[in-house]
């Protein structure tokens, strides 16, 4: 079949799934209920997804069971199913994350994908119907987990494509939209006081930034500043959760079994308390119960076989947190300070005895003593701005060293006492699921965890060295884009990228070695595209920066969903824009460029050291020179420069020898275009003070290199030409090489000489 052929039948398929989307849609919206035209929808929806069945499960108020509203083929009896690892659908609903399963009894696949998961056979033995593939998506509306959405057994028994996982998300979302309208759903936990005039949205947002600043809750500021009564608070709470809301009780008795091996400290850290109920079945009281991280953590440690959970404010859960365990309240919704907790941990130092058996370390990694280190040492690293947190044991009897990585520099934040570093590292093994039995081969695993209500992500890997054990973790913050006119472009570069990106199709580079800020600035671009007229796909390992209006996916390599099959089911999607986290493989760079030639705008990276470097990269890759020429808009290298404490720096004149250095790196022309006097240019140093740590430097800045397709430089492309004359066609038509861009800056006091020499050489 003809690749023309191909991408006809292609966009067929995608307009009919388009329009019948908007029939269902309208379908829904109409309807009175969900219940009542759901039968009718059926046909429709299973033709689309080319499924034999479905069923569509929605969340009960306790927030821990799912109960069907609509299945298939059903008598009308209703299945509940636990938020647990005992069925597909129920894993679905406690982790939200969509699942594409082939072979839903092949129990080695699903151990894959979480240790415990199981495919629940009684709904089979009962009906005789067998079930081979299967797709289960959350249904969301925002992060609060309204039910999920159920497809069995692809019509042709091919099994369902990555594509119809994408489907099965997006109808997923129209019935989210119907949930939430039923159960008068609001998209803010405040909301509701905003829609009931209780309070306008500007107040609410001061109240928030407020809380945020003062570290207090924002409870207590509605409360005390605005006088809204905590019953009208809970009432908000419960729209929003839709969970039950409770305030304090004395004479609630709350059951001491449940509370053995928990401590007040612990409690307060994480804010919630069981309060009804026993092992086999409790209810716990929590002031966020969205906090996917807390739950997890909290049923590994209550080892109750069903939780459901009410909300409450925080002062409320502290009180009964006190009541319970007798505690003053001195010091509530304080975190415990490093220094005090480095004193504990000095205190106790001899009471330790150095032992080696595995359950007793897991014990010891939950103590609350250690578990309050390890998370304030995450908080005063994230605070600082950390990309990297090392945790490194040290010989013998000396204490282990915890350094932190700020601004592309390592300094130290304080020293463990060397006989409980193995506790530390249990710690955040137990926090990213890794075997802590296991202490003599490396491993990989990741965690997330918020922080003043912000998502953080940490990528941890733990490392046998000859002192022991030792753990690096990555922060990765979930954080919104930077604007373009932060990237510190000149003039010169910003036009031209701007040019470049107005093309609707093409393909659009940013290259450089890890850490050079390449996914900052392919943000701060699509930031720039994001309109609401453009559907915008993203691919990403991980997703760090998160924008409203885009649609951004995390591939799962482990799964076989990579970046090359992410784009094939992008391509299905209707997209304007794709942004490919990575052209690591032929593979992928190949269906990058076929995408940008059929009138989709493509961006993406690569680990090239310049732009021209870049072409010679992936025409090596085997990419098809003449697609490839056609496909380019251009090409952007990238590195991260320290940049001077704008408080202390010192101005200086160079000597002679560091103006020629400037001069002849920069040309000789180009350098008299620039219009600096040499007998008057000045400079800048570092020096120190308080505000930057005494290092004399804040913050960094990107030094680019743009190269731009042209119509020279495609015919160079085409012919495979040498990397030197690539290079010099580049600086001919506008490029200004990294060095060039460096020195700019230097010139303009925004770094200094040895940051200059540093990255250059680098
Ligand atoms: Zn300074």
């Known amino acids: 079949m003809s690749a023309a052929r191909q991408a006809e039948i292609r966009n067929a398929r995608l307009k009919h799934f388009q329009e019948k989307i908007v029939e269902i849609k309208n379908k829904l919206n109409e309807a009175d209920a969900f219940s009542s035209v759901i039968e009718e929808l059926e046909k429709d929806i299973l033709e689309l997804m080319q499924a034999d069945r479905m069923t569509v499960y929605r969340c009960s108020r306790n927030g821990r069971t799912i109960t069907s509203v609509f299945a298939s083929g059903s008598d009308g009896t209703v299945i509940a199913v636990p938020l647990s690892t005992t069925s597909i659908s129920g894993y679905v609903a406690l982790s939200q994350v969509p699942l594409r399963i082939n072979a839903v009894h092949n129990a080695e696949l699903l151990k894959e994908i979480h240790p415990k998961l199981r495919y629940d056979t009684s709904f089979e033995k009962k009906t005789g ?121 004395q004479d609630l008795e709350v059951p001491a079994d449940l509370l053995e091996e928990l401590n007040a400290t612990y409690l307060k850290r994480q804010c919630w308390i069981p309060i009804k109920g026993d092992r086999e079945e409790a209810v716990v009281l929590i002031d966020d119960p969205s906090d996917y991280n807390r739950i997890m953590e909290m049923e590994r440690i209550l080892n109750v076989k069903k939780l459901a959970f009410m909300v409450g404010l925080r002062e409320d859960i502290f009180k009964f947190i006190n009541s319970v365990f007798n505690t003053t309240s001195a010091g509530d919704g304080e975190a415990m300070g490093l220094d005090a907790l480095m004193d504990r941990l000095h205190d106790d130092i001899d009471l330790v005895d150095d032992v080696d058996d595995d359950s007793a370390d897991a014990a010891a990694a939950n103590d609350s003593t250690i578990v309050n280190l390890v998370n304030q040492i995450i908080v005063e690293a994230f605070r600082a701005g950390t990309s990297d947190i090392h945790i490194e044991p040290s010989k013998g009897k000396s204490p282990a060293i915890v350094r932190i990585r700020v601004d592309g520099l390592c300094r130290q934040l304080l020293t463990i006492p060397f006989n409980r570093i193995k506790e530390v590292v249990t710690r955040i093994k137990v926090m990213s699921r890794l075997d802590i039995a296991e202490r003599r081969k490396p491993q990989d695993g990741k965690c997330k965890i918020r922080i003043s209500g912000k998502n953080v992500e940490l990528r941890v890997a733990t490392l046998p060295t000859v002192n022991g054990e030792g753990a690096v973790l990555r922060i990765l913050a979930a954080g919104g884009a930077m604007p373009v006119d932060k990237l510190n472009l000149t003039d010169h570069n910003r036009s031209r990228i701007e ?4 093309h609707p199709h093409g393909l659009f580079l940013v290259v450089g070695p890890t850490g050079s800020g390449k996914t900052t600035t392919l943000h701060a671009i699509l930031g720039h595209l994001n309109t609401t007229d453009r559907k915008i796909w993203t691919a990403e390992d991980p997703v760090e920066i998160t924008q409203p209006g885009l649609q951004q996916v995390q591939v799962q390599p482990k799964i076989g969903f990579n970046f090359a099959a992410a784009m094939r089911a992008f391509l299905r999607a209707d997209p304007d824009i794709i942004l490919i986290g990575e052209m690591r493989d032929k593979e992928t760079s190949h269906i990058g460029v076929e995408a940008s030639l059929t009138g989709h705008l493509v961006l993406s990276t690569l680990h090239t050291n310049s732009a021209p470097e870049t072409i010679t ?22 590195r991260l420069m320290r940049t ?119």
């Open 129 to 249: 119907y067998r079930c081979d593939s299967m797709i289960a998506v959350p249904i969301r509306k925002d992060k609060i987990l309204l039910g999920v959405l159920q497809f069995i057994n692809q019509v042709e028994g091919k099994g369902f494509s990555q594509a119809d996982l994408i489907s099965a998300t997006e109808l997923a979302l129209l019935i989210a939209d119907k949930f939430g309208e039923e159960f008068q759903a609001t998209s803010n936990p405040y909301e509701y006081l905003v829609k009931n005039g209780r309070l306008t949205q500007k107040q609410l947002d001061d109240a928030l930034e407020k809380s945020r600043r003062n570290k207090s809750p924002v409870t207590r500021l509605l409360i005390h500043d605005h006088q809204i009564a905590p019953e009208e608070i809970g009432k908000s709470l419960e729209k929003y959760y839709q969970v039950p809301f409770m305030q304090y009780d």
């Open 499 to 502: 040019e470049a990106i107005s």
């Open 617 to 638: 990269r992936l025409l090596d890759l085997g990419l098809d020179p003449m697609s490839f020429s056609d496909a380019l808009l251009g090409i952007l290298a990238q």
């Open 644 to 762: 001077l404490c704008g408080d202390c720096k010192e101005e200086y004149e160079p000597s002679q020898q560091e103006k020629e250095y400037l001069m002849n790196n920069y040309g000789a022309i180009e350098f008299a275009k620039l219009g600096i006097n040499p007998a008057k240019m000045n400079l800048y140093k570092a020096k120190g003070c308080a505000r930057c740590g005494d290092t004399g430097y804040r913050g960094r800045t990107g030094i680019h290199e743009f190269l731009q397709s042209t119509p020279e430089m495609q015919r160079m492309i085409y012919r495979n030409a040498d990397l030197e004359d690539m290079r010099k066609q580049a600086i001919k038509d506008g490029m200004r090489t990294l060095f060039q861009d460096g020195i700019g800056k230097v010139l303009r006091g925004q770094s200094d000489m040895e940051q200059l020499r540093k990255v250059v050489s680098a």
